[in-house]
């Protein structure tokens, strides 16, 4: 059973730049759910996906979007990069099952300079 | 809305004395409770979770934690801790199959 992983594992961009991450859900998962990181902080919750569309948001504003594919896969897209955007940002994908446990990657650390 | 309190942002133990990780809630509706550990430039695992039953809940490495409905709380607990205990320890909340909603963290710091 392959885990979710997450790639790249570290990205560096400019403010005003674009970026793109991207997440593989454990096999067998139909959600797909994004969070953000600082440091020092919890994960904030940012958005969730369930059959490619998107099922609840968290206080983030619309230069963050994303996608999920048929195969569960998701990405993960910011525009107009802040350096706030700083953070490690996690993926986790579970069943659409109430208190299903939701798996975590290991990562993608942005750094925006 | 719900939200967790972890009061202690960092917690230095000894090297097998017990330990306690305090966590708090609040939520108008029942929710589901969660202990994540994150290590050092790594994603969440899972700990334990408790969904319904039993309010002592067993999970990996020898952790526990007892729900207590009436005191909104989800402590965290562990006899003997080792130094592969050190890493960041998160609670967490969820309603149904919505969002995990995450404390701000308690560093536990294991001293030799």
């Known amino acids: 059973e392959t885990g979710v992983t997450q790639s790249p594992t570290h990205l560096i961009k400019t403010r005003g730049q674009q970026v793109t991450l991207r997440c593989s859900s454990q096999?067998?998962?139909?959600?797909v759910s994004w969070y953000q990181q600082a440091l020092g902080q919890g994960p904030q919750f940012i958005f969730q996906?369930?059959?490619?569309?998107?099922?609840g948001r968290g206080n983030f504003p619309p230069r963050f979007s994303g996608l999920q594919f048929p195969n569960y896969s998701s990405e993960l897209n910011v525009n107009a990069l802040e350096l706030d955007d700083s953070a490690l940002y996690l993926c986790?994908?579970?069943?659409?099952?109430?208190?299903?446990?939701?798996?975590f990657g290991p990562g993608t650390r942005l750094t925006v300079t | 809305a719900q939200s967790v309190t972890q009061l202690d942002s960092q917690v230095p133990v000894f090297e097998e004395a017990p330990v306690e990780l305090r966590c708090n809630y609040s939520?108008?509706?029942?929710?589901?409770l969660f202990w994540y550990v994150q290590y050092p430039n790594q994603g969440l695992q899972l700990l334990l979770k408790?969904?319904?039953?039993?309010?002592l809940v067993k999970g990996i490495n020898g952790f526990e934690a007892e729900f207590n409905k009436s005191q909104t709380s989800f402590h965290l607990r562990k006899p003997s801790v080792h130094i592969s205990d050190t890493a960041e320890y998160f609670c967490?909340?969820?309603?149904?199959?919505?969002?995990?909603?995450f404390g701000t963290g308690t560093r536990l710091t294991i001293i030799p």
């Open positions: 096999s067998g998962h139909n959600t």
């Open positions: 986790a994908s579970s069943f659409r099952l109430a208190g299903s446990e939701q798996y």
């Open positions: 939520s108008s509706v029942s929710v589901y």
């Open positions: 996906y369930y059959r490619e569309e998107e099922n």
């Open positions: 967490a909340v969820r309603i149904g199959n919505e969002k995990l909603t």
């Open positions: 408790y969904l319904s039953g039993s309010t």
